[in-house]
């Protein structure tokens, strides 16, 4: 399987069958502007401007916007009820983790979640390898809750999102604090578009490796 960064959450997934999932397409008053891109299946996360530019992406793709169980050509997706804040959604509502299993590799992508992980949810969850998650603060967790994320799943591949980078105008913190919490050898810096990924990739001892996409 393909995992190509689009952008701020916004990432396009493609199995080898061809299928393509993007998640989170956004619209470009955040600062930048979304690529052109196709999609079979579009996962919202919640609905908030950055995360929910759906007509954008082109294809007539199935949209997933709420919790449960989904298949679509041969791509299995679980989304989890979580919550944008800290206080039961109250500030900022809903959000739904999204868990891919592609090319059997399991892609969890964590959306804008803005609390710390319970057992419940980790448990919901399921297993990982690849773990896209928010590390930039203020509208979610920070990268001190992200690490707390990634000890409890134990991902193998760790791609940040939703931080500040390029042109971005919303009030969130960049990588650094996050990738603070990480070996230099353990943090990788990646040259190319996109990475490719396959199930053996994964059947080594579990050791995390923090990707991060150089423009």
């Known amino acids: 399987m393909i995992i190509k960064p689009l952008?701020?959450?916004c990432f396009l997934l493609k199995e080898s069958t061809g299928t393509t999932v993007v998640t989170d397409p956004y619209f470009s008053d955040i600062g930048?502007?979304?690529?052109?891109?196709?999609a079979d299946i579009v996962t919202v996360s919640h609905h908030h401007n950055d995360h929910d530019n759906v007509k954008a992406v082109s294809g007539n793709p199935l949209v997933i916007d709420s919790p449960g169980m989904f298949e679509v050509k041969g791509v299995h997706i679980m989304g989890v009820d979580a919550k944008h804040d800290e206080h039961n959604g109250k500030l900022r509502g809903s959000n739904i983790i999204f868990n891919f299993r592609m090319d059997g590799v399991n892609v969890?992508?964590?959306g804008d979640v803005g609390h710390k992980p319970s057992p419940?949810?980790?448990e919901a969850i399921g297993p990982v390898d690849v773990l896209l998650i928010p590390?930039?603060?203020n509208f979610t967790i920070d990268a001190e809750i992200a690490k707390e994320y990634v000890d409890r799943l134990m991902p193998s591949v760790v791609i940040p999102m939703h931080y500040k980078k390029d042109s971005i105008n919303l009030d969130i913190e960049k990588v650094d604090a996050?990738?603070?919490f990480f070996e230099e050898d353990d943090v990788?810096?990646?040259e190319s578009k996109e990475i490719e990924f396959d199930r053996a990739d994964f059947d080594d001892e579990y050791n995390t490796k923090v990707l991060i996409f150089e423009d």
């Open 7 to 9: 952008g701020h959450s």
């Open 32 to 38: 930048i502007k979304l690529p052109p891109v196709s």
């Open 108 to 110: 969890c992508h964590l």
């Open 120 to 122: 419940l949810m980790i």
């Open 135 to 137: 590390v930039g603060g």
């Open 178 to 180: 996050f990738l603070d």
């Open 188 to 190: 990788m810096y990646v």
